[in-house]
């Protein structure tokens, strides 16, 4: 079979490229990713490039992304990108990488500094969603399929923001015993206090990778957070396990960048633009997360949070995850 495609990017955070079959040309091609001669994905390169199907590759949908810099073992690193079961290079596709959490002591904690500067800050409101005000109603929705508030219900919310969630739990009347909402900011934390005036629900002031809760909690929720935790997810989920009631369950949005959550990419934006550090993780490694953390997905249900300044539509994967008491159990989703 005769294959064509190209390594065009690789970095501590991103692989991306394109793959192409010449003899079937309208379907997608399987890559292998190989990290220190250990096989750690195999994609199906299958997102849309407008400049893939300007050039007469099929319908376009060629392109892949692949986030390594959590199979980096070493100072360097060797990334193949192979054609699957192949021992066919892409072109450009055999690259060295040095992380930049290896390239000194201070490296790694200089960039976890980085990526929480902008959140310690006292952001406009507006500026935590997309330069609009925005409710929690479509969140809910889909939290009420999956669970039943008492007035025993604990709640903990990891990046409150300006209260968007909070105040739609309210709106609906749902009875619980408390509200513990961990932000990294002092002056939102301030402000929500104010602005909260009831006591069942408390503040606190930090970072959710480490905070211990003084009581074990029911639900977690969190929206439009997730996405900034750098490197990757997996010490806070640990963290949040170790205090969830079993049987407890966790419900957290990330970017959709489409509807399978095929994507996966992460960068630090511009300063310009407030220089936040972007993680797009694909379901494919949502699961494992997930799983080694103690949870199993039960759903990825789609929402609209609402419609941005420049009038974008803002579109989520909401997770609906478990505790377990087998921390090894298989993570299941279902795809709504």
Not at 264 to 282: D, K, L, M, V
Request: hydrophobic share 40%; glycine share 8%.
């Amino acid at each position: 079979m005769a294959f064509r495609g190209r390594l065009d990017t690789a970095n501590d955070f991103m692989l991306h490229g394109w793959a192409h079959s010449d003899d079937l040309p309208d379907l997608p091609v399987h890559i292998d990713i190989v990290i220190n001669q250990k096989l750690a994905c195999k994609l199906l390169a299958d997102c849309y490039r407008p400049d893939l199907e300007a050039a007469g590759l099929g319908n376009g949908r060629k392109a892949f992304w692949f986030n390594p810099s959590e199979y980096f073992t070493e100072v360097e690193n060797l990334v193949e990108v192979y054609f699957s079961d192949t021992d066919q290079l892409l072109d450009n596709g055999r690259k060295i990488i040095a992380p930049l959490s290896a390239k000194g002591d201070d490296s790694l904690p200089s960039l976890v500094s980085q990526a929480k500067s902008r959140w310690r800050g006292d952001e406009p409101d507006a500026g935590l969603t997309w330069g609009s005000i925005m409710t929690g109603d479509s969140f809910f929705d889909e939290v009420e399929k999956h669970f039943q508030f008492t007035a025993y219900t604990r709640i903990l919310e990891i990046g409150p923001g300006y209260g968007r969630l909070l105040k739609t739990l309210l709106d609906r009347g749902h009875p619980f015993a408390s509200f513990c909402g961990v932000d990294l900011s002092k002056a939102r934390v301030d402000k929500l206090r104010r602005q909260f005036d009831d006591d069942r629900i408390r503040f606190e002031i930090g970072d959710c990778s480490q905070y211990k809760l003084s009581q074990s909690f029911d639900i977690g929720l969190c929206s439009a957070t997730f996405e900034h935790l750098y490197p990757s997810i997996e010490q806070t989920l640990v963290n949040l396990r170790a205090q969830i009631d079993l049987n407890g369950m966790l419900f957290v949005d990330f970017i959709m960048h489409d509807e399978n959550l095929s994507l996966s990419r992460a960068y630090f934006e511009e300063e310009s633009i407030g220089g936040a550090y972007i993680r797009i993780y694909s379901l494919q490694e949502l699961e494992p997360l997930f799983n080694h953390a103690g949870f199993a997905i039960q759903a990825a249900h789609p929402v609209v949070l609402g419609t941005g300044l420049q009038g974008e539509t803002i579109r989520r994967m909401l997770i609906c995850a478990s505790a377990r008491l087998l921390r090894r159990a298989k993570a299941e989703s279902l795809m709504d």
